[in-house]
């Protein structure tokens, strides 16, 4: 691989991946489009972006792959319509342009439950964006399903990290989906998938994600 898009790259996910690709001698370069300026890297194309207003013909998103680790919360969006905004159809937005430019893989980082029929808004959302980007036309998708993520998180969600302290006390006695899994596993699990790129769409439940990648 030479080229890898990683949208996402300041949440607490995607700055494991930006972490781990820079690091891996098989990404030439990463192309990472933010919001908010990062810190300079010889691999690291950093375009400043506004993802209401992506810029379609932008020779950058001409990568080999795409790592998307994008989303926010209810409470960040302020609304159901505006957390939607983000989590589906900016998602969808970065996947198109990302194909139409020549990506074959994809790696998104979706959620435990997330189902397309789901009464729960929030699973809802996130099962709607799965189900949409397998029409997008790659020719390897990755649909990973986290539960709850431990690790340090810039920005405050107190009823996660409540969520996160409880469910690592009961850790030994909780089956192995609902255990808490470590962002740097998530981002290993992402990245490889982006790399290896095995054909066809696959699902790596939360379970999976607390073992290094084969």
Known sequence: ???????????????????????????????????????????????????????AQAEWWAVDALVCTLGTTLRQAGSQQAFYQVDHDAVLEVAYLARRHGARSMAFNSALGADAGSRVFYSRTKGETERDLQAVGFASLTLVRPGLIGGARAESRPLERLAVVLTGLLQPLLPRRWRVVPAESIAQHLLRAAIVAQPGVHVLPSEVLLQPPA
Do not use: C, I, W, Y
């Open 1 to 55: 691989m030479s080229r890898l898009m990683l949208v996402g790259a300041t949440g607490l996910v995607g700055g494991h991946v930006l972490q781990q690709a820079l690091a891996d001698p098989r990404v030439a370069q990463v192309v990472a489009p933010t919001r908010r300026p990062l810190p300079a890297h010889p691999k690291l194309l950093n375009p400043v972006v506004d993802f209401r207003r992506l810029p």
